[in-house]
């Protein structure tokens, strides 16, 4: 049985649809990431399956249970707010602490409790700092304690690494994946960072407007994105998106924008099926792209090279083929500089085609 | 230089704000003679305005003064004490409550937090009149009730605007993390909430107590002899013969220690209270 599942949930603040209709589900021990751009309804929805807000329409169910009329205080859902939320005037173990006093727990059973879950945490150290005195790190693992003291049978992460540096983030990102293993909850991460949705989830749902628009695992939607905004806000770089018409000539179909056309006709017979306009975009990932100093394939185009930014072992290379500018993402080549001329291919297994209307995939 | 200023800025407030304490502390030990002498070192300094704030008939530095008052000022002191104190309890609590509502859930939508703002820019003189003439066909003149209930209707209106400031500055989200781990809304307020505002709490108090303690206007109309208050009580230290400014200076002085002592007590709090924000 999941152990979450959100059904056709939908909320209007006044007269705008912060959630126009959402539903997935999430499995024992699994972490499902909603993924988008802030407004996207992520942390609204991440609110009523807590109980802070009301749904206008849709269910939550919980083990089962439907538990929309269920308060959030008995829901049992632990939440990590975006700051934490440690309280001040509490030391970090009475914040610990807090739900099980809120309950009455004896004295004896509550600090066993306690230590094992700061020893869990790693805050076993620092139990008598007051929490207004708390760096970020141990705020975070302070929140996680928290709420995982109470055995929730759900936990809820709402952006817990947006107000760190990019530096901290990198490592509080590791030291919450690893926690997240040893504790093992169903877990619904909010997040506008892909690179903490990719490395953190087991499925991302991306969201847009209020909507889901694809849910998968973390290779599904890197490599099957459903709809242009997806391709779009997965990946970085970014998806190179080049809006181009579909014609044909000499029983070949070509891609053409302006100077720029690709052989497509291997895909001819499902752009033509699936394509309702002629108006479409060809995507093409950077690290899709390769480079080369010599012609060596037939299909391969003529770009100039705009700027080179060097990121270690790879380089992003910012390419002119004709007017239309295209990244690629390939091995360092030192011989390349601004206006080198090299010759550029695509990879043609890992294309995507999306129409510009609908936005869905096409290839 | 800007040091200098600066000193030079805080003798000038000083001087400002206490002189008049200076005077009223002379005038207190000042015998009828006196009284409108312009020194500020009484001459011939008495204790006899103290005592007759005890023993009415007293002797003031050897005339005697025939007033209307018998009694000594234990009374109004303890009317003062009862009708302010009680008044500032019940305006805290219930302005608490409501600031909370207005907060937390927009209780009320704009309007009705700006409307009990509105209340409060009308003079008190000008419903003074209706105010005596309702208390008296309810039978509230003359009666702790009448005091207590006009006094927390007049200081909710800033118990509500200074205490929603100060929970307006408590992030949601320490109040949502308490929940989610299991307590009940009233636990929260609290648990969570309370301590969190209590240094703007003890403030708003403070400010409350003050208004209170020293109201003049409704405690003259509304007490006839049962709840003089001590502001009403000065004003009748008048004889056959003039004021007794001296009496009323001393007691005037009396009158502020119970703000001072409250002011004392709080202290702390009143610190926190008004560096709101640095203390998170």
């Not at chain 1, 394939?297 to 700027?307: G, I, K, R, S, W």
């Not at chain 2, 001459?43 to 050897?62: A, E, H, K, R, V």
């Not at chain 2, 307590?183 to 709490?201: E, M």
Request: aromatic share 10%; charged share 20%.
């Amino acid at each position: 049985m999941p152990k979450l599942v959100v059904k056709n949930l939908r909320k209007l603040f006044g007269t705008f649809e912060a959630v126009k209709d959402v539903g997935f589900q999430v499995e024992e021990k699994e972490t499902l990431c909603l993924l988008g751009p802030s407004g996207c309804g992520k942390t609204t929805t991440l609110r009523i399956i807590a109980g802070l807000e009301v749904p206008t329409s849709g269910q939550v169910f919980v083990d089962g249970v439907l538990v929309n009329d269920v308060p959030p205080q008995k829901r049992q859902i632990g939440l990590v707010f975006q700051d934490y939320a440690i309280f001040p005037h509490l030391s970090v173990f009475e914040n610990i602490a807090y739900g099980l006093r809120v309950r009455k727990m004896p004295e004896a059973q509550l600090r066993t409790k306690v230590h094992d879950t700061a020893s869990l945490i790693g805050v076993d150290n620092i139990l008598d700092v007051p929490g207004r005195k708390l760096g970020l790190s141990e705020m975070q693992r302070v929140a996680i304690g928290r709420s995982i003291v109470l055995d929730p049978k759900l936990l809820l992460l709402d952006e817990p690494l947006s107000n760190i540096d990019a530096k901290a983030r990198e490592r509080m990102r590791a030291e919450l994946g690893k926690l997240q293993k040893e504790i093992g909850i169903a877990t619904v991460y909010v997040t506008h960072d892909q690179l903490e949705a990719m490395t953190l989830a087991d499925r991302i749902a991306v969201m847009r407007n209020g909507l889901i628009e694809q849910i998968g695992t973390t290779s599904e939607i890197y490599d099957n994105p459903r709809t242009l905004f997806v391709g779009n806000f997965i990946g970085s770089p970014s998806m190179n998106l080049i809006d181009c018409e579909l014609v044909y000539s000499e029983e070949r179909a070509i891609l053409k924008s302006g100077d720029f056309a690709l052989d497509v006709t291997e895909f001819a017979e499902t752009l033509r099926a699936k394509s309702k306009g002629r108006e479409l975009v060809l995507g093409v990932r950077p690290e899709d792209v390769s480079v080369h100093v010599r012609k060596t394939d037939e299909e391969a185009m003529e770009c100039e090279v705009q700027l080179v930014e060097p990121i270690g072992a790879r380089s992003i290379y910012h390419l002119k083929i004709g007017r239309l500018a295209v990244l690629a993402k390939g091995y360092a080549m030192p011989e390349v500089d601004v206006g080198s001329k090299l010759w550029t291919t695509f990879n043609k297994h890992k294309l995507h085609v999306f129409d510009k209307k609908t936005e869905e995939a096409i290839v | 230089m800007t040091k200098t200023v600066r000193y030079l800025l805080i003798v000038v407030v000083s001087i400002w704000t206490l002189a008049p304490v200076a005077w009223m502390v002379s005038l207190s030990f000042k015998g009828p003679t006196e009284w409108y002498a312009p020194n500020l070192i009484p001459i011939q300094p008495i204790f006899d305005n103290y005592i007759s704030l005890f023993i009415p008939t007293n002797p003031i530095g050897g005339s005697y003064f025939f007033t209307s008052i018998t009694e000594p000022i234990t009374k109004p002191v303890i009317n003062s004490l009862i009708a302010a104190g009680l008044g500032t309890i019940f305006a805290v609590l219930i302005g608490f409550l409501a600031a909370y509502g207005v907060s937390r859930y927009r209780a009320g939508g704009t309007f009705i937090i700006f409307f009990t703002l509105l209340t409060r820019m009308l003079p008190g003189a000008t419903f003074v009149a209706p105010l005596m003439v309702f208390y008296a066909s309810i039978h509230f003149i003359d009666t702790y009730a009448g005091l207590i209930l006009l006094y927390t209707a007049v200081t909710l209106t800033y118990a509500i605007w200074l205490m929603k400031g100060f929970i307006d500055e408590i992030p949601p989200e320490w109040e949502e993390a308490a929940l989610l781990e299991g307590a009940s809304p009233w636990t929260v307020l609290r648990k969570i909430t309370i301590p969190l505002t209590k240094g703007g709490l003890a403030a708003s108090a403070l400010f409350i107590f003050i208004l209170n303690w020293s109201e003049f206007l409704f405690a003259l109309v509304i007490s006839v002899t049962e709840v003089t208050t001590l502001p009403v009580q000065i004003s009748k230290y008048v004889s056959a013969v003039g004021r007794m400014y001296g009496t009323m200076a001393s007691l005037g002085l009396v009158a502020t220690i119970p703000s001072l002592a409250l002011g004392y007590l709080i202290q702390k709090h009143l610190v926190t209270g008004f560096t709101f924000g640095r203390v998170r």
